[in-house]
């Protein structure tokens, strides 16, 4: 396989994760904007949902004050804003278009559908009543896409390769949510057990969609350590940390086999894992929540650095 | 779909008529769209140079076929098979003794000050002395037993994938079709190109040779082209910044690191192969690829200069070539051709252009010609003109009377003109599809088939017998 053929099938595989998480959301954030808060603008919720989504920097630069179609249009098809929802599937199917022959039809046909389907909606189509129903529509396209290749692909490097980047992307898309949410709910625990706090507890878990099982794995309400513990270290949870890291380790391992070796970014995982494996939430909040997460981001991205190189992704 | 003499429907097509006139209008139109859509999803686009976005169109599909008989088919296939083999031994002279120049034969600066002339090949000695490997011929049809050659396309020809495609696309529209006509099989075309490649690798390998097919990438308008058959020989689709010479060899980068290459496919123009030879600003080839070429240490499919063949202004010498070569005389005819370079030549165009189609000697695509039937007078003014100042840019040909096939428009079913590209592969032997692509002119009257000029395709049809 030719580096730069892992290179886009890398990123095609987290332009595609990261479509889905905007999306995510950007549901979330709409659910919370509607509710009615105290103290502060009800737009203030966007702020949160443009930080998890690592956009507010490019948000402000266009944008003075924060308003909902604003933000919606700046993360759905903004063409200056890199992770807008728009700007994925372009990346994703210019990428997918390169590697045309690695992809199976099924892959080709549900990326190419989806590009073709999002650059028919326009900005203006999207009112209140019909985001839900794009918001739905961008994550069942992720879902399509991801399902074709689970079930037509080789499991060979095409594979390794695509795994590595849904992770990592994943991986970092949850770290990100955990560290801006969790600050912003935290100095009101005096306000746990109301309502809104609730919503706002839920949202975490919803915007991983984590709300239904999170009662069903731990048979309790929304609990602060446990809700980051779930994110971070329970591995039945398939957008956790640690959920990602497995699926990394087992991709790199194939790769590790079918091409004969193992290199630096074998072990900066296998390190990584380590820590998502033996780690506990006590500890985690002894040391710092914020600290862990930023490590945890620090390492995904070296991660990622040092399969880029150990592949000659850049020849 | 019939013959002129007004006798009917001919043999070849009584069965699909038979079908076709049980057909609804409205359904056909239907699996028309159907079909678009088909061709849209699985992305068979080609692109529009300069823009990125709204860069990919599709060539209109006629869900029509075009059909040939069996003994029509034989017929062609040997006349492509004589004019292959001997297109390829004209390469070899000219590029080594060059016995046809001096046998007189063909004027010395017709080859040597020509463009597609690549001094840097002579002496060259590509494996079993092939320079042309594909070789796409355009063919028109004038009446029930006149085939004329338009074109040898001996570069780097291209539509190979639609005739795959559109057989794909009718098979799985009109299965019932299939099963009523016994239509010869298309499918083996990327085995065979795999094996023509494999069979031309450098001699002294002491392994199975590995290939690549050489893009200049997606926004290529051949692109998808070029990625469907390297997905279908199963070899790696590399553009020129994958691929490096080092230690002497070609190599390609992988993700284990650098893995070298014996034959590249190479489907980008001579100019841009190598920017220490050709072209200095190439940056879709790559540097000292010449060099391993000459040395024999990989094999480029097609190989450079093999344009030589297929210049319009050698063109009209080739029957003379394939008597020079075959000792025969040509199974399949040239259309007449004036060469404006010759002084009688150019003063019988002058005094005929409203019945001659003119054409610029290095023009495709179907750009920079004059139809003189359809043309206004203003045009054939212009012409006039450009004919006086550069006569050696162009040629001329008389205006055939184009076969037609029944083809789906607005109104209904209606006769448009047609040609046939035949895709030969030349190797350890000649390859020949049965099938090929079929371009059709979809505006009424008109004799422009180009993609490029609002021309669309149809499946070609061979039956066995």
Same mark, same amino acid.
């Given at each position: 396989?030719?580096?730069?053929?892992?290179?886009?099938?890398?990123?095609?595989?987290?332009?595609?994760?990261?479509?889905?998480?905007?999306?995510?959301?950007?549901?979330?954030?709409?659910?919370?904007?509607?509710?009615?808060?105290?103290?502060?603008?009800?737009?203030?919720?966007?702020?949160?949902?443009?930080?998890?989504?690592?956009?507010?920097?490019?948000?402000?630069?266009?944008?003075?004050?924060?308003?909902?179609?604003?933000?919606?249009?700046?993360?759905?098809?903004?063409?200056?804003?890199?992770?807008?929802?728009?700007?994925?599937?372009?990346?994703?199917?210019?990428?997918?278009?390169?590697?045309?022959?690695?992809?199976?039809?099924?892959?080709?046909?549900?990326?190419? @559908?989806?590009?073709?389907? %999002? =650059?028919? *909606?326009?900005?203006?189509?999207?009112? +209140?009543?019909?985001?839900?129903? $794009? &918001? !739905?529509?961008?994550?069942?396209?992720?879902?399509?896409?991801?399902?074709?290749?689970?079930?037509?692909?080789?499991? @060979?490097?095409?594979?390794? %390769? =695509?795994? *590595?980047?849904?992770?990592?992307?994943? +991986?970092?898309?949850?770290?990100? $949510? &955990? !560290?801006?949410?969790?600050?912003?709910?935290?100095?009101?625990?005096?306000?746990?057990?109301?309502?809104?706090?609730?919503?706002?507890?839920?949202?975490?878990?919803?915007?991983?969609?984590?709300?239904?099982?999170?009662?069903?794995?731990?048979?309790?309400?929304?609990?602060?350590?446990?809700?980051?513990?779930?994110?971070?270290?329970?591995?039945?949870?398939?957008?956790?940390?640690?959920?990602?890291?497995?699926?990394?380790?087992?991709?790199?391992?194939?790769?590790?086999?079918?091409?004969?070796?193992?290199?630096?970014?074998?072990?900066?995982?296998?390190?990584?894992?380590?820590?998502?494996?033996?780690?506990?939430?006590?500890?985690?909040?002894?040391?710092?929540?914020?600290?862990?997460?930023?490590?945890?981001?620090?390492?995904?991205?070296?991660?990622?650095?040092?399969?880029?190189?150990?592949?000659?992704?850049?020849? | 779909?019939?013959?002129?003499?007004?006798?009917?429907?001919?043999?070849?097509?009584?069965?699909?008529?038979?079908?076709?006139?049980?057909?609804?209008?409205?359904?056909?139109?239907?699996?028309?769209?159907?079909?678009?859509?088909?061709?849209?999803?699985?992305?068979?686009?080609?692109?529009?140079?300069?823009?990125?976005?709204?860069?990919?169109?599709?060539?209109?599909?006629?869900?029509?076929?075009?059909?040939?008989?069996?003994?029509?088919?034989?017929?062609?296939?040997?006349?492509?098979?004589?004019?292959?083999?001997?297109?390829?031994?004209?390469?070899?002279?000219?590029?080594?003794?060059?016995?046809?120049?001096?046998?007189?034969?063909?004027?010395?600066?017709?080859?040597?000050?020509?463009?597609?002339?690549?001094?840097?090949?002579?002496?060259?000695?590509?494996?079993?002395?092939?320079?042309?490997?594909?070789?796409?011929?355009?063919?028109?049809?004038?009446?029930?037993?006149?085939?004329?050659?338009?074109?040898?396309?001996?570069?780097?020809?291209?539509?190979?994938?639609?005739?795959?495609?559109?057989?794909?696309?009718?098979?799985?529209?009109?299965?019932?079709?299939?099963?009523?006509?016994?239509?010869?099989?298309?499918?083996?075309?990327?085995?065979?190109?795999?094996?023509?490649?494999?069979?031309?690798?450098?001699?002294?390998?002491?392994?199975?040779?590995?290939?690549?097919?050489?893009?200049?990438?997606?926004?290529?308008?051949?692109?998808?082209?070029?990625?469907?058959?390297?997905?279908?020989?199963?070899?790696?689709?590399?553009?020129?910044?994958?691929?490096?010479?080092?230690?002497?060899?070609?190599?390609?980068?992988?993700?284990?690191?650098?893995?070298?290459?014996?034959?590249?496919?190479?489907?980008?123009?001579?100019?841009?192969?190598?920017?220490?030879?050709?072209?200095?600003?190439?940056?879709?080839?790559?540097?000292?690829?010449?060099?391993?070429?000459?040395?024999?240490?990989?094999?480029?499919?097609?190989?450079?200069?093999?344009?030589?063949?297929?210049?319009k202004a050698?063109?009209s010498?080739?029957?003379?070539?394939?008597?020079?070569?075959?000792?025969?005389?040509?199974?399949?005819?040239?259309?007449?051709t004036y060469n404006c370079r010759k002084a009688e030549d150019l003063a019988y165009v002058l005094?005929?252009l409203?019945?001659l189609?003119i054409k610029e000697v290095?023009?495709?695509?179907?750009?920079?010609?004059?139809?003189?039937?359809?043309?206004?007078?203003?045009?054939?003014?212009?012409f006039r003109?450009k004919l006086q100042a550069h006569p050696d840019n162009y040629i001329a040909q008389?205006?055939?009377?184009?076969?037609?096939?029944?083809?789906?428009?607005?109104?209904?079913?209606?006769?448009?003109?047609?040609?046939?590209?035949?895709?030969?592969?030349?190797?350890?032997?000649?390859?020949?599809?049965?099938?090929?692509?079929?371009?059709?002119?979809?505006?009424?009257?008109?004799?422009?088939?180009?993609?490029?000029?609002?021309?669309?395709?149809?499946?070609?049809?061979?039956?066995?017998?």
């Open positions: 396989m030719l580096g730069r053929t892992a290179n886009d099938l890398y990123w095609l595989a987290r332009y595609v994760e990261r479509a889905e998480n905007i999306a995510r959301l950007i549901e979330v954030g709409y659910r919370i904007a509607l509710l009615p808060r105290e103290g502060e603008g009800y737009n203030e919720e966007w702020r949160y949902t443009l930080a998890s989504a690592g956009c507010a920097d490019g948000y402000f630069a266009k944008h003075d004050n924060l308003n909902t179609r604003d933000v919606i249009n700046y993360l759905l098809f903004d063409c200056s804003n890199r992770s807008s929802v728009q700007s994925c599937l372009k990346a994703a199917r210019r990428s997918g278009r390169a590697q045309r022959i690695a992809l199976t039809r099924d892959m080709w046909e549900a990326l190419n @559908d989806a590009w073709i389907e %999002f =650059s028919n *909606i326009k900005p203006t189509d999207v009112t +209140a009543n019909e985001l839900p129903k $794009i &918001l !739905d529509w961008i994550r069942s396209r992720s879902a399509l896409y991801r399902g074709a290749m689970l079930n037509t692909i080789l499991r @060979d490097s095409t594979y390794f %390769f =695509s795994q *590595i980047g849904t992770f990592l992307e994943r +991986a970092d898309n949850t770290a990100r $949510i &955990l !560290d801006v949410k969790y600050y912003v709910l935290l100095p009101e625990v005096e306000m746990v057990g109301s309502g809104v706090d609730n919503v706002q507890w839920g949202a975490i878990l919803r915007s991983v969609s984590a709300h239904r099982s999170y009662r069903w794995v731990y048979k309790q309400n929304y609990r602060p350590w446990r809700i980051a513990e779930y994110l971070i270290f329970h591995k039945a949870m398939p957008r956790s940390l640690g959920a990602c890291y497995d699926h990394i380790m087992t991709s790199l391992d194939g790769l590790g086999q079918s091409c004969g070796a193992r290199y630096t970014c074998h072990e900066t995982a296998l390190e990584t894992a380590h820590l998502l494996s033996e780690g506990d939430i006590d500890a985690v909040f002894r040391s710092g929540l914020h600290e862990f997460l930023q490590d945890f981001i620090t390492r995904n991205n070296r991660f990622g650095c040092e399969v880029a190189e150990a592949y000659h992704f850049n020849g | 779909m019939n013959g002129n003499g007004g006798q009917g429907v001919r043999s070849p097509y009584s069965a699909f008529a038979e079908w076709l006139g049980t057909q609804k209008l409205e359904a056909l139109k239907r699996k028309s769209v159907e079909a678009e859509t088909l061709f849209r999803r699985t992305g068979i686009t080609f692109s529009v140079y300069g823009s990125e976005d709204a860069g990919e169109r599709l060539i209109p599909f006629d869900i029509i076929p075009r059909i040939l008989s069996a003994s029509e088919w034989r017929r062609l296939t040997v006349g492509i098979e004589q004019r292959v083999r001997a297109l390829n031994a004209f390469m070899y002279d000219i590029y080594h003794r060059q016995e046809i120049i001096k046998a007189g034969r063909i004027p010395e600066e017709l080859v040597i000050s020509n463009s597609a002339f690549i001094p840097e090949m002579v002496g060259a000695k590509p494996p079993l002395g092939i320079y042309s490997h594909v070789i796409g011929i355009d063919i028109v049809r004038t009446s029930e037993k006149d085939f004329f050659v338009l074109e040898d396309n001996t570069r780097t020809p291209s539509g190979v994938s639609y005739m795959l495609e559109n057989r794909e696309t009718m098979m799985h529209m009109f299965p019932d079709l299939f099963a009523k006509i016994r239509v010869a099989s298309v499918e083996n075309y990327p085995e065979n190109l795999l094996k023509t490649l494999e069979s031309v690798a450098p001699r002294d390998l002491d392994r199975e040779p590995t290939i690549a097919l050489l893009t200049p990438g997606p926004f290529n308008s051949a692109y998808y082209e070029h990625s469907f058959l390297a997905d279908q020989m199963g070899v790696e689709l590399v553009e020129g910044q994958d691929l490096v010479v080092l230690d002497g060899v070609l190599q390609m980068k992988t993700i284990l690191g650098p893995t070298q290459v014996d034959v590249l496919y190479r489907r980008i123009d001579d100019e841009f192969l190598d920017p220490l030879v050709f072209r200095p600003d190439s940056v879709l080839g790559v540097s000292g690829l010449f060099d391993l070429y000459r040395g024999g240490r990989v094999t480029i499919v097609n190989a450079p200069g093999a344009g030589i063949a297929d210049d050698i063109y010498y080739i029957p003379e070539i394939i008597q020079f070569y075959t000792g025969r005389a040509p199974i399949l005819q040239n259309v007449p005094e005929h409203p019945e189609v290095h023009g495709s695509g179907g750009y920079g010609m004059l139809i003189g039937p359809t043309a206004s007078k203003d045009e054939i003014d212009t003109m008389p205006t055939l009377a184009l076969s037609t096939c029944p083809t789906l428009v607005e109104a209904g079913v209606a006769p448009r003109h047609l040609d046939l590209r035949p895709f030969a592969l030349f190797g350890d032997q000649v390859r020949i599809t049965p099938g090929g692509l079929t371009r059709v002119a979809l505006k009424q009257g008109s004799l422009v088939v180009n993609s490029s000029q609002g021309g669309g395709t149809k499946d070609t049809w061979v039956l066995q017998d």
